[in-house]
């Protein structure tokens, strides 16, 4: 059964602090894996990884998939409040006969304290 | 952990047909479910709030019309798309919000593609 999971679920640090999330998956013919910061009324889109091995990154944050180990970290430096929110790893995967799919995690909640 | 199940996951219908898609919460009470649509570069836009129990609200630009939401229980909610057109052709996606996880305790489902030929 095709599936994703997110690591930690939830995870509270102090402003300054670095932090990864985890995503693993096993997913059908895999296309590519996204990350979101869902917020308030809809996820943000982050990152689209689909080569292993190269890091994107956008200020403070970073991901990177490893497609051997099926998994991709993001990556947050010198946290702040506004970081606090849920993060999101999705996974596209490709079924011949019918198009894209995607499956989502259940999302690591992150609070950011002063 | 929570689960939201969402089905069908692929569907292909007529130009003018209706679809339904069904969001169920499988082990918690989901008062409020939210209704996405994905667009061109990932982006996920958020269609419309449903509410157990009473009228869902929607988002500014989405025609409540053509966009039927309805969550008769606190385990269901459903969206069908009226009179589809190959423009709505799309990803959608749910979720419900898990009490248990606070704020922050949104669940996804698993997402409908939607293909309209």
């Known amino acids: 059964e095709d599936k994703v999971v997110q690591s930690p679920l939830s995870l509270v640090v102090h402003e300054g602090d670095t932090v990864t999330l985890n995503c693993s998956y096993e997913v059908t013919n895999f296309r590519s894996l996204l990350w979101y910061k869902q917020e308030k009324k809809a996820p943000t889109f982050l990152f689209m990884l689909t080569s292993s091995g190269i890091e994107k990154k956008s200020g403070r944050l970073s991901s990177i998939l490893d497609k051997k180990e099926l998994s991709s970290i993001l990556n947050i430096t010198a946290t702040q409040t506004g970081d606090s929110a849920i993060y999101l790893c999705a996974v596209r995967g490709s079924d011949l006969g019918t198009g894209n799919q995607f499956y989502f995690g259940t999302g690591t909640s992150l609070t950011v304290i002063p | 952990g929570a689960v939201v199940s969402q089905h069908p996951s692929r569907v292909i219908c007529k130009s003018g047909t209706s679809v339904k898609i069904e969001c169920r919460s499988l082990d918690f009470q989901a008062t409020t479910m939210f209704w996405y649509r994905q667009f061109p570069k990932q982006s996920l836009m958020l269609m419309a709030t449903?509410?157990?129990?009473?009228?869902?609200?929607?988002e500014q630009g989405v025609e409540k019309d053509k966009f039927l939401i309805n969550h008769a229980s606190l385990t269901l909610s459903t969206l069908t798309v009226t009179s589809a057109h190959p423009e709505d052709s799309s990803f959608y996606i749910c979720s419900a919000r898990d009490p248990i996880g606070g704020f922050y305790g949104y669940t996804f489902g698993s997402g409908t593609r939607l293909t309209v030929v």
């Open positions: 449903s509410n157990e129990g009473s009228k869902a609200t929607y």
